[in-house]
């Protein structure tokens, strides 16, 4: 069984709207990431979140608000989106050190 | 500057060959992290080695901290070794911020 779980898989939004990407994990980790991957750039930090608190915002964007319901969940809601924004959105946690990944959310902008 | 360098950039290996992938990075780190990456795929965790030597099957990462350098080697390499491998640093002031080499791009000829 999956342990972190991403949904949807693929997302296309039209420019301008808003968009909700979910991320779950049951691997009982306390710390939780969000990370991008676009075409023009290598994978790069957005969020850390620890015991569902903020702990690092490196996203220069406010178009990007973490939102974490439960412990184990952290979403990543975008608005007003750009086609910038299209990208691989993965989440991650950790307990310690050892990062985790999910498969991702690739979201295409048109 | 790019923090963390990876090279190659990429590689072609003939099946049953060796290879060595580095990684250097800028600041001190205190957690270092292999991933592999299958083009649309996700990010798995290969080895977490902040220092010393690890292994894993035919992988073995070496990482000498004070150097600021990590390696890893595959041995024997199989066609499905090809992929992405990626070097991720946590600076010591980062918290658990992973930063991002761009990759070495591996294909592995049968």
């Known amino acids: 069984d999956p342990k972190i779980i991403q949904k949807p898989k693929y997302l296309v939004a039209v420019t301008g709207s808003e968009k909700i990407l979910i991320c779950e994990q049951y691997?009982?980790?306390?710390?939780m990431y969000w990370y991008r991957q676009s075409a023009k750039k290598p994978l790069e930090f957005m969020f850390s979140?620890?015991?569902?608190?903020?702990?690092d915002n490196q996203t220069a964007s406010s178009r990007f608000q973490p939102q974490s319901s439960k412990k184990n969940h952290l979403d990543l809601q975008i608005t007003a989106l750009k086609p910038d924004d299209s990208a691989t959105y993965f989440c991650?946690?950790?307990?310690?050190?050892?990062?985790?990944f999910g498969p991702g959310t690739r979201l295409t902008v048109l | 500057g790019q923090q963390v360098q990876q090279s190659p950039a990429s590689l072609v290996l003939q099946e049953g060959e060796n290879a060595e992938l580095q990684c250097n990075f800028s600041?001190?780190?205190?957690?270092l992290q292999w991933f592999y990456q299958r083009p649309g795929g996700s990010l798995v965790s290969l080895l977490y080695?902040?220092?010393g030597t690890k292994h894993t099957g035919r992988l073995t990462s070496t990482t000498v901290t004070k150097e600021r350098r990590s390696s890893l080697h595959i041995s024997s390499s199989q066609t499905t070794d090809s992929g992405t491998y990626f070097c991720?640093?946590?600076?010591?002031?980062?918290?658990?911020?992973?930063?991002f080499g761009i990759g070495t791009r591996v294909l592995v000829r049968p």
């Open positions: 600041s001190t780190a205190t957690r």
């Open positions: 991720a640093m946590e600076r010591s002031s980062a918290g658990n911020k992973l930063t």
């Open positions: 979140y620890s015991y569902q608190k903020l702990m």
């Open positions: 080695n902040p220092s």
């Open positions: 991650a946690s950790s307990q310690d050190a050892e990062q985790f």
């Open positions: 691997l009982g980790h306390n710390a």
